[in-house]
Nanobody, 126 residues
């Protein structure tokens, strides 16, 4: 099983990026997929989750109204759309997957996820 995160890069404040997480060896149609990020010297933090079966997606307050997540099961890919980017969004972004639909209170914990991508760097700077 592998998760491949892509789409990172350098963007100016206020700009947008779309990250993609593509799975191989598993079918996202049976998984909840989340995005986390880790800035230098900081712990990995939860960003947003796309829960299996749909419904409302949980997200960190710091990205509310700016980030959104979607999936394309036919392409076995989950997308993170990031708008109105700020310098404080600079981090390595990781996708993670867990089978099924975990309870809402657990989705922000790194411990519940079985599979992780390698990360993609996002730098927001002028």
């Amino acid at each position: 099983v592998q998760l491949q995160a892509s789409g990172g890069g350098l963007v100016q404040p206020g700009g947008s990026l779309r990250l993609a997480c593509t799975g191989s060896g598993l079918s996202f149609s049976g998984y909840t997929v989340a995005w986390f990020r880790q800035a230098p010297g900081k712990e990995r933090e939860f960003v947003i989750v796309n829960r299996l079966g749909g419904g409302s997606n949980s997200y960190a307050q710091s990205v509310k109204g700016r980030f959104s997540v979607s999936r394309d099961n036919a392409k076995n890919t989950v997308y993170l759309q990031m708008n109105s980017l700020k310098p404080e969004d600079t981090a390595v972004y990781y996708c993670a997957a867990v089978p099924g639909r975990p309870i809402t209170s657990s989705v922000s914990s790194t411990q519940i996820y079985d599979y992780w991508g390698q990360g993609t760097q996002v730098t927001v700077s002028s």
